[in-house]
């Protein structure tokens, strides 16, 4: 088992910065990659960014490229989502999210390829 706590969220305006961590605990060895999801109200939760743990690579949604940057900490177990031009539309439970590889047919951005959760950050952005 792979506990996650999440840290981080809070009340921001647009434009704003915010950064998320993740401290995973536990048998960690297994983890394959760590991603961060989020979910607004109404909305299906939705993929946002991940890393692959051993070898740093790093993935995307359109919605956030180029604002948004997942890193990890190893000494640590840590990820963390450093958050920069925030937007209204980025309103939203952010949750942390490790897989051990293959869940999901190594599917980085399907929530399925995740084994283990967090309870969830709330971000909101506000104008």
């Known amino acids: 088992q792979v506990q996650l706590v999440e840290s981080g969220g809070g009340l921001v305006q647009a434009g704003d910065s915010l950064r998320l961590s993740c401290a995973a605990s536990?048998?960690?060895?297994?983890?394959?990659?760590m991603g961060w999801f989020r979910q607004a109200p109404g909305k299906e939760r939705e993929f946002v960014a991940t890393?692959?743990?051993?070898?740093?690579?790093?993935y995307y949604a359109d919605s956030v490229k180029g604002r948004f940057t997942i890193s990890r900490d190893n000494a640590k177990n840590t990820v963390y989502l450093q958050m920069n031009s925030l937007k209204l539309e980025d309103t939203a439970v952010y949750y942390c999210?490790?897989?051990?590889?293959?869940?999901?047919?190594?599917?980085?951005?399907?929530?399925?390829?995740?084994?283990?959760w967090g309870q969830g950050t709330q971000v909101t952005v506000s104008s």
């Open positions: 536990g048998r960690t060895f297994s983890t394959y990659a």
């Open positions: 890393i692959i743990w051993s070898s740093g690579g790093t």
């Open positions: 999210a490790a897989g051990r590889g293959g869940s999901g047919g190594y599917d980085l951005r399907s929530r399925y390829e995740y084994d283990y």
